[in-house]
T-cell receptor
Framework: GDSVTQMEGPVTLSEEAFLTINCTYT??????LFWYVQYPGEGLQLLLK?????DKGSNKGFEATYRKETTSFHLEKGSVQVSDSAVYFC????????????FGQGTTLQVKP | DTEVTQTPKHLVMGMTNKKSLKCEQH?????MYWYKQKAKKPPELMFV???????INESVPSRFSPECPNSSLLNLHLHALQPEDSALYLC??????????????FGDGTRLSIL
């Protein structure tokens, strides 16, 4: 079935380090891909999205490229800050009309000063 | 600032109580969603409303009863809940499906504790 796999966390980095969080997916058809971020005590915020192959989503210094050939959507940031500490969820929706988001398990990022 | 507003932020209730969670959005979205999220897990879809009609029920127990009185409001009525129902309940909205490339916008959730 359709699914999203994220790298196991937690990921612990020092401030200004480079971040990569891996995300791969399995889907029939042509999914749209999303990264959501959840800060402690809050709901999910859309971080970025990509709707077709080779699209690059970017926001707040984060970016991810929709790679159809490797079925991946890895999240990257060149220089993380303490304020980026949160849980990051990769997700997809499928073409069609269910509106259902399929989430990965989430990756906790902790950035230390 | 979130554009989806959920009330209350916290709720503690006994297993015999009846309570309701409320969600409101003013983005003109015609699809609204309820999710349940346990600690350190991704959200699990419960219900989807499309044009104020229930389109998906993910086999949710009948002690959870959703209601969509108009295009801006979504309620979740709770009755005779169990301790395992303690969780963060998230509401979301999006432009109408089947444009599945439209992202869902989430509220900050209601943290529910069942005594």
């Amino acid at each position: 079935g359709d699914s999203v796999t994220q790298m196991e966390g937690p990921v612990t980095l020092s401030e200004e380090a480079f971040l990569t969080i891996n995300c791969t997916y399995t889907a029939t058809g042509y999914p749209s891909l999303f990264w959501y971020v959840q800060y402690p005590g809050e709901g999910l915020q859309l971080l970025l999205k990509a709707t077709k192959a080779d699209d690059k989503g970017s926001n707040k210094g984060f970016e991810a490229t929709y790679r159809k050939e490797t079925t991946s959507f890895h999240l990257e940031k060149g220089s993380v800050q303490v304020s980026d500490s949160a849980v990051y969820f990769c997700a997809l929706t499928l073409s069609g009309n269910t509106g259902k988001l399929i989430f990965g398990q989430g990756t906790t990022l902790q950035v230390k000063p | 600032d979130t554009e989806v507003t959920q009330t209350p932020k916290h709720l503690v209730m006994g297993m015999t109580n009846k309570k309701s969670l409320k969600c409101e959005q003013h983005m003109g979205h015609r699809a609204m969603y309820w999710y349940k999220q346990k600690a350190k897990k991704p959200p699990e879809l419960m219900f989807v409303y499309s044009y104020e009609k229930l389109s998906i029920n993910e086999s949710v127990p009948s002690r959870f009863s959703p209601e969509c009185p108009n295009s801006s409001l979504l309620n979740l009525h709770l009755h005779a809940l169990q301790p395992e129902d303690s969780a963060l309940y998230l509401c979301a909205s999006s432009q109408i499906i089947p444009n599945s490339n439209q992202p869902q916008h989430f509220g900050d959730g209601t943290r529910l504790s069942i005594l």
